[in-house]
């Protein structure tokens, strides 16, 4: 884990809150993500945690507060792959490439492919989507975010959907990014192997602001009520013994 005393956070959100019609769905969120960790954001469902996202990627705006992002380049790494199925593998990396930067067709080339050799799919490049499985689609997904250099990605529920030995693939390939190429990650889950195999630091969400952040080892230990809710799947108040 970076030591993140030393450095300048690479997403500040202070104080931040934000209502769809008369539901306060953040109230007073502040946290710090620095470069080159994984931060998983963990809460009960519908506490938000895609809302945070989405106002990280820009799609959203908060109603008050601070946020702070020192960064340029995001990926986001969707929770159904979201391929096109009519394009290969090769077409569908391109695409965005082609779309959003001036790299020449040899810089493209290259980029995918080392970007699906970071996810080890080299050989699925002239395959069309329904051609892999879901883990595959997933992995292929994150390549193609991957292939814009971006220096954070953003992971919304990741292992949903995939059996247990593929979500584990995937979870190891989001530290390769972080030890071999420095990238920042969110992770949005509620998956608790998930949080465990993943996190330098792990972030509890609930009633629209954080209720309690730790370290992967402290949340691993920690007898106070939210992370033993989540590590043993009580409801909050039988942890609250
Ligand atoms: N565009 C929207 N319009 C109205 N309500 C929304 C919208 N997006 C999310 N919500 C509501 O905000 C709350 C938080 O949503 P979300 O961030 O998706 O939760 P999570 O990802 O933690 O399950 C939910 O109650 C959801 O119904
Ligand atoms: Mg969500």
């Given at each position: 884990m970076p030591d993140i005393e030393q450095q300048n956070p690479i997403i500040s959100f202070k104080n931040v809150t934000l209502s769809f019609g008369n539901k306060?769905?953040?109230?007073g969120l502040t946290f710090d993500i620095y470069p080159k960790e994984i931060v998983t954001i963990a809460g009960p469902s519908g506490s938000g945690k895609s809302t945070i996202l989405k106002i990280i990627s820009g799609l959203l705006k908060p109603d008050s507060g601070e946020v702070t992002i020192n960064a340029e380049r995001f990926g986001m790494a969707f929770q159904y792959g979201?391929?096109?199925?009519?394009?290969?593998v090769k077409e569908n990396l391109s695409l965005p490439l082609e779309e959003t930067t001036d790299l020449s067709h040899k810089e493209i080339k290259k980029r995918v492919q080392e970007s699906l050799k970071i996810v080890e799919l080299?050989?699925?490049?002239?395959?069309?989507?329904?051609?892999?499985s879901g883990g595959m689609q997933k992995r292929i997904s994150i390549a193609r975010a991957l292939a814009l250099h971006p220096e954070i990605l953003l992971y919304d529920e990741?292992?949903?959907?995939?059996?247990p030995p593929t979500a584990a693939r995937l979870e190891e390939d989001m530290l390769k990014f972080r030890d071999k190429i420095g990238l920042t990650s969110i992770v949005v889950t509620h998956d608790v192997e998930t949080i465990m195999h993943v996190s330098d630091r792990v972030l509890i969400l609930d009633n629209g602001h954080i209720v309690w952040q730790g370290t992967n080892e402290e949340f691993r230990k920690d007898e106070s009520s939210y992370p033993c809710s989540f590590r043993e799947r009580k409801d909050i108040k039988e942890c609250n013994k």
């Open positions: 306060q769905v953040l109230d979201a391929l096109f199925n009519s394009m290969t080299e050989h699925t490049i002239d395959m069309y989507p329904s051609e892999l990741p292992s949903t959907g995939l059996d």
